[in-house]
């Protein structure tokens, strides 16, 4: 199949790419012609595991190709994804610009039928939207017999392991309102799932399934990280809490670590859009909206409990912040708890050195200019009075504590995400601070 994928970041160029490499033909737009050169000389312009090496072979084969030129990207194109980013607007719900802009570009140069798939993640009742601009664009060109079938088509996977969430997708959901297309995003799909698991569904059930997941799972790190604040008031610990809960198979695991948060591109934007989705409807959302309001105070959870040990005036005190990116193995910055927490410390006036195996280059345009970048957690941490572990990279978990205590001035740690033994780091001499167990500052477990 011939494939126009516009929007090539981290959703449209692992599609795209994934689509070449299962036989098809792609052709990746975007309008931002730093990320389409760098792509043609082979360069992968973002952090995904995989990804480059994929994107490379693909492009060599002829099988993927990268273009600023819609028509150029339309040309054969049976299928056009739209990929492009649905970010907040000011006034919290989503900024459609980008989505409604694509679907006039179509309108404007589309010469044949073809199947108009939504990607990004948009509220209900978009994609009827962009059905509505494009078939007008080409009504008033004098087209009308050219036919487009729309569908909602939305993206699970998860950056970090894009590639592999791709690949093995637990389900795919397709919205659609007729039949045409359904042959369509079955051959495209069936590579990649028994067709069981593909699901049919109406377009609007389809938009709305994608923010109910995201909810759902934003729910969950919401509920267990406000059990973690009962545990530590009340000297338990949360880890045994979640072990005891998980294991009831109508619980489960997943999605149920304390920490210092969420972050990233989807669940803080997505869980808003639903709150105003359903309030410009009539229904108050008053699970998204506390949702929302839970993580926003536990991401100020670090900042606290390092302004509750040292005092407000942070003033010659250095510490070193181990991890930028919402989550490991991503370069997205995109929301990220550390962002709060850096703004915290800088604000108190500490001296703040970072480290981040990918998210450095993001994290220099949006966090404040005095903070300094290390390249390793050894020369992030030497001569600090305390360390922030804020984002579990691997290289992180694997630290030599007893060499790290030895490089810093105080042996301070704050772990954000649960991910060193309490009783370990205390028998190293280190003051240890983590989420949900039992460690209030100033208090023992
Ligand atoms: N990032 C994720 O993990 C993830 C997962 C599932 C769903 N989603 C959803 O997928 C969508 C895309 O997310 P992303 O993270 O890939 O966004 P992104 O910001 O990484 O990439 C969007 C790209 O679209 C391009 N673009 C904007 N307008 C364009 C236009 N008119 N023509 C061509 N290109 C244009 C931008 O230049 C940018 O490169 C969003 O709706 C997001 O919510 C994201």
Not at 241 to 256: N, Q
Not at 311 to 316: A, D, I, Q, S, V
Not at 351 to 367: N, Q, R, Y
Not at 423 to 442: A, H, K, P, Q
């Amino acid at each position: 199949m011939n494939i126009c994928m516009v929007g090539t970041g981290y959703v449209g160029l692992v599609t795209g790419t994934c689509f070449a490499e299962k036989g098809n033909r792609v052709c990746c737009v975007d309008i931002d012609r730093d990320i389409i050169d760098s792509l043609k000389s082979g360069i992968v312009p973002l952090y995904e595991p995989g990804l480059s090496e994929m994107v490379r072979r693909n492009s060599l084969r002829g099988a993927l190709s990268f273009t600023c030129d819609i028509a150029e990207g339309l040309r054969d194109a049976d299928i056009c994804f739209i990929a492009v980013g649905t970010p907040s607007s000011e006034g919290g719900g989503t900024d459609l610009k980008y989505v409604y802009n694509v679907a006039d570009d179509i309108a404007s140069c589309l010469d044949h039928d073809c199947v108009a798939v939504v990607k990004s993640t948009v509220p209900v009742g978009t994609c009827m939207e962009v059905l509505d601009r494009i078939n007008s664009g080409l009504v008033g060109r004098g087209l009308s017999d050219i036919r487009v079938e729309i569908v909602s088509n939305p993206e699970f996977l998860k950056e970090g392991s894009a590639i592999e969430d791709f690949f093995n997708p637990d389900r795919v959901i397709i919205g659609t309102a007729s039949e045409r297309p359904r042959s369509a995003m079955l051959g495209l799909y069936s590579p990649f799932i028994e067709s069981e698991k593909i699901i049919f569904m109406d377009v609007a059930s389809s938009e709305i399934t994608k923010y109910a997941c995201n909810a759902m799972l934003a729910v969950r790190v919401s509920f267990i990280n406000e059990i973690a604040l009962l545990c530590d008031i009340a000297g338990a610990d949360v880890l045994n809490v979640k072990a005891g809960m998980s294991l009831d198979t109508r619980i489960g695991g997943h999605f149920m670590n304390a920490g210092c948060g969420y972050g990233g591109s989807c669940f803080p934007k997505d869980i808003q859009a639903l709150d105003l989705t359903g309030r410009a409807m009539g229904i108050e959302m008053k699970m998204a909206a506390a949702t929302s309001l839970v993580n926003e105070r536990q991401k100020k959870i670090l900042g606290g409990m390092i302004v509750e040990r040292f005092g407000k005036n942070l003033k010659g005190f250095s510490i070193a912040v181990l991890g930028l990116a919402f989550k490991p193995n991503t370069d997205d910055m995109r929301y990220a708890p550390s962002v709060s927490l850096i703004n915290t410390l800088v604000r108190c006036g500490a001296d703040v050195t970072a480290v981040d195996p990918a998210a450095k280059s993001g994290a220099v345009k949006i966090l404040p200019r005095c903070v300094k970048y290390a390249d390793t957690a050894q020369a992030a941490i030497r001569g600090a009075d305390a360390a922030v572990l804020v984002t579990e990279w691997a290289e992180f978990l694997k630290l030599d504590w007893s060499e790290c205590g030895r490089l810093m001035k105080r042996r301070i740690l704050f772990d954000g995400r649960n991910v060193y033994s309490p009783s370990y780091l205390r028998s190293l001499g280190f003051e240890y601070y983590c989420i949900g167990r039992g460690c209030v500052v100033g208090g023992e477990i």
